[in-house]
């Protein structure tokens, strides 16, 4: 028989019991459908980390002043201000694998604008910031250096500030009010959206440190060039670990700190995040190897209805050797059922799985990507499972003998 032939009797005996077909096909379909979105949401996952690293600027540290002890309570991060814009400085210049270190203070404020108003995060700054984590501007400029040593009244906002203030209207020379400091915006930053932990990156308002030091927190510190962190960027990730000794040791000996509680704190946020997303893959990874399980069971689905479907069309399979079929026909008719029930299980649990991909997108704010290696791996395992469990199936057919075969009520 011509294989055509044999796909059409295929198709014609699975159409007549096509109820029984279908309920075949739901364990192929559950698993393909639960593998791909496994993968689909391991893979989204890993795309975010990669996008947060690359917000980040990549390989980047923290460097956080710590609270200082009173009564045995320390203390929250930065409240006591032990870094200075000259430890940015000097690390910079004294450790050559950094690209840049740059200082940063922050505060909350209200912001308004006419009858508009908004609280985002109010950070103090220098044009060092933008490389340090690779902000880029999409419109205006950065700040100038009369304005960063002048405490000058301007501002630079994110996305999330200028939607919420400004609308569709171009913000570039409006006058806004944070707290009760009139400053002019003379920037706006591309977006970022949201990173891992779900916060928006883009509701804040750039400001010279100088400015939010004196005008905005009202700090009043032992240094007037005090800040609550550094943002210190690294050339080579291969140099983090190194960066990471020179930069504690540099500081202890820049602060006279002997002891094992240092004054500051350093943290590796590309670590951090890598570190979430091995989390999530491992997590990811064992809910595919669960749902693959069911692909093992509906394989064996498969065989039980294969054998089944063998019983019941005994007397077929006999009229067909007596008519000349031979042994491999039999057998090749009989396996490409079994791999065409999986084959169509497996396209549609793709479908499901793209179904359900989008819907967790749109409406739980999941990132799902379909790769096109998994969709292919996928629709050719559950035919290779076809193949596996329908093969005993119909090897069993293959070898009645066309009498016995006549004989069977």
């Not at 919420?164 to 020379?173: K, M, N, R, T, Y």
């Not at 396209?347 to 359900?356: D, E, N, Y």
Request: include cysteine.
């Amino acid at each position: 028989m011509k294989w055509w032939m044999l796909c059409k009797v295929a198709w014609v005996a699975l159409q007549v019991n096509l109820m029984r077909s279908i309920l075949t096909m739901l364990g192929i379909i559950i698993g393909v459908a639960a593998v791909i979105i496994m993968l689909a949401l391991g893979a989204g996952a890993q795309h975010e980390v990669d996008q947060q690293i690359k917000n980040l600027g990549g390989n980047v540290f923290v460097v956080f002043a710590r609270g200082r002890a009173s009564s045995g309570a320390r203390g929250a991060s930065g409240s006591v201000q032990t870094l200075t814009e000259m430890d940015a400085e000097a690390i910079e210049q004294q450790i050559p694998q950094v690209s840049v270190a740059a200082p940063t203070i922050w505060a909350n404020a209200q912001v308004i604008y006419g009858n508009m108003n908004w609280a985002p995060s109010v950070r103090g700054v220098d044009n060092r910031i933008f490389p340090a984590q690779n902000w880029q501007l999409a419109q205006g400029r950065e700040f100038s250096a009369a304005e960063l040593s002048s405490a000058g009244r301007v501002a630079i906002i994110g996305a999330t500030v200028q939607r919420e203030l400004f609308g569709a209207s171009d913000p570039i020379g409006q006058t806004i009010r944070v707290d009760r400091t009139p400053v002019t915006v003379i920037g706006v930053l591309e977006a970022k959206g949201q990173n891992t932990q779900g916060n928006d990156q883009d509701d804040l308002i750039f400001m010279p440190l100088d400015t939010v030091r004196k005008r905005i927190a009202g700090m009043t510190l032992a240094s007037p060039r005090a800040v609550r962190s550094l943002i210190v960027q690294v050339a080579d990730e291969r140099d983090m670990a190194l960066v990471e000794q020179e930069m504690e040791a540099l500081l202890r000996q820049r602060m006279r700190t002997t002891g094992t509680d240092a004054p500051f704190q350093i943290r590796n946020l590309s670590e951090m995040v890598e570190t979430r997303a091995r989390t999530m893959q491992i997590f990811n990874g064992l809910l595919a190897a669960v749902a693959s399980v069911s692909l093992l069971v509906g394989g064996i689905g498969i065989m039980n209805i294969m054998l089944v479907s063998v019983t019941e069309r005994t007397r077929e399979i006999g009229l067909r050797m007596a008519v000349g079929a031979e042994p491999g026909d039999i057998m090749r008719q009989f396996l490409i059922e079994a791999m065409l029930l999986c084959s169509l299980g497996g396209t549609l649990g793709l479908s499901i799985a793209v179904l359900v991909t989008r819907s967790l997108e749109k409406f739980a704010g999941f990132t799902a990507i379909i790769q096109p290696e998994v969709v292919l791996l996928s629709i050719g395992f559950s035919a290779l499972i076809g193949i596996f469990f329908g093969y005993y199936p119909a090897r069993k057919a293959s070898q009645l003998q066309p009498i016995d075969a006549l004989r069977h009520e």
